[in-house]
């Protein structure tokens, strides 16, 4: 079975702070993705990667970056954490081609004071 | 825009009862359409459809899905407790990117 991997589940930073939110998948996908998920808002995406180091942006990536520096993992980054990024992150992964599914991992409540 | 749209968002029923939730879309690219149920962790894939007509079936759950009017359901018969859980509804329309509904929440009580 895939497995993805989410570094915490639980996270409480303080405003102004560098957040590190870490992925690991260990099926050798080409493609993995980060989404914020929040109540009336469903899934939205922040960035996803198709390939090591190159990197796409999503649907709302201002203020998140990303990191792949290997293939199996896939870094958030909140360069200064702000109450409004307080939700749930969700990272993806996919093999790459046709008729692929997303396989996630559990989660990271992340909450900004 | 690309989006897709799910209803109802939210849903309280009996055990036992049926339920039938509601993903529709619209899409400049369709390749195929989705569904995931998540409880309190990762959500888990349950179907993927990717023509018209062919239902697919896994237990007390099925879906079809409605190229023509760009839609699908998903049924869940005989309800139990454990289906509480939000359902998601993603489209695929080829490329890198899945756009997903907002979700129905979906609570069982006995």
């Known amino acids: 079975d895939v497995k993805v991997t989410q570094s915490s589940r639980y996270l409480v930073k303080r405003t102004g702070e560098k957040v590190f939110l870490e992925c690991v998948q260990d099926?050798?996908?080409?493609?993995m993705f980060w989404y914020r998920q929040d109540p009336g808002l469903g899934l939205r995406l922040i960035y996803f990667s198709y390939d090591v180091k190159m990197k796409e942006k999503g649907d709302i990536p201002e203020g998140y970056s990303v990191s792949r520096e290997k293939k199996e993992r896939f870094s958030l980054i909140l360069e200064s954490a702000s109450t409004n990024q307080t939700s749930m992150y969700l990272c993806a992964s996919s093999p790459g081609g046709s008729f692929e599914k997303l396989f996630f991992g559990s989660g990271t409540q992340l909450s900004v004071l | 825009e690309d989006k897709v749209v799910q209803s109802p968002l939210s849903l309280v029923v009996h055990e036992g009862d049926t339920v039938t939730l509601n993903c529709s879309y619209e899409v400049t690219n369709f390749r195929s359409l989705l569904w995931y149920k998540q409880e309190k962790k990762a959500p888990t894939f349950l179907f993927m459809l990717t023509s018209s007509g062919i239902e697919k079936k896994s237990g007390r759950l099925s879906s079809i899905l409605d190229k023509k009017e760009l839609f699908s359901i998903l049924n869940i018969t005989a309800t139990q407790t454990g289906d509480s859980a939000i359902y998601l509804c993603a489209v695929d329309p080829g490329g890198n990117q899945f756009y997903f509904g907002t979700g129905t929440s979906l609570t069982v009580i006995p």
């Open positions: 099926m050798d996908h080409e493609n």
